[in-house]
């Protein structure tokens, strides 16, 4: 019911900048608590910000913090995610993903997030 596409990904340089953007379709009447996660091969999904419906409630996986900032415009239905300052080991599949359940305001725990997109690949070189 809800189709979530990820854009923005790309090759950068370490210490550049990427800016990823997550459009949101299907159920355009609703929204939902949002996260960006990635995956590097080999390695577990990892959680990396998420925020609420209103916007005004961010979480920072521990790795990004102070580098990367998450956002959203209601409007537009859209999620980003800036990413400053960027290290080779930023580099990975990154998901943007949607909490359903009404009762999580936002979460930073894998198996709340109920809808993903199909991923965008950031490749950070030194």
Same mark, same amino acid.
């Not at 355009?28 to 910000?49: D, H, I, L, N």
């Given at each position: 019911?809800?189709?979530?596409?990820?854009?923005? $990904?790309?090759?950068? &340089? @370490?210490? +550049?900048?990427? !800016?990823?953007?997550?459009? %949101?379709?299907?159920?355009?009447?609703?929204?939902?608590?949002? $996260?960006?996660?990635? &995956? @590097?091969? +080999?390695?577990? !999904?990892?959680?990396?910000? %998420?925020?609420?419906?209103?916007?005004?409630?961010?979480?920072? $996986?521990?790795?990004?913090?102070?580098?990367?900032?998450?956002?959203?415009?209601?409007?537009?239905?859209?999620?980003?995610?800036?990413?400053?300052?960027?290290?080779?080991?930023?580099?990975?599949?990154?998901?943007?993903?949607?909490?359903?359940?009404?009762?999580?305001?936002?979460?930073?725990?894998?198996?709340?997030?109920?809808?993903?997109?199909?991923?965008?690949?950031?490749?950070?070189?030194?």
């Amino acid at each position: 019911q809800v189709q979530l596409v990820e854009s923005g $990904g790309g090759l950068v &340089q @370490a210490g +550049g900048s990427l !800016r990823l953007s997550c459009a %949101a379709s299907g159920r355009t009447s609703r929204r939902y608590p949002m $996260g960006w996660w990635r &995956q @590097a091969p +080999g390695k577990e !999904r990892e959680f990396v910000s %998420a925020i609420n419906i209103a916007g005004d409630v961010t979480y920072y $996986g521990d790795s990004v913090k102070g580098r990367f900032t998450i956002s959203r415009d209601n409007g537009r239905n859209t999620v980003d995610l800036q990413m400053n300052s960027l290290k080779p080991e930023d580099t990975a599949v990154y998901y943007c993903a949607a909490v359903s359940n009404s009762a999580v305001h936002i979460t930073k725990w894998k198996f709340e997030y109920d809808y993903w997109g199909q991923g965008t690949q950031v490749t950070v070189f030194s």
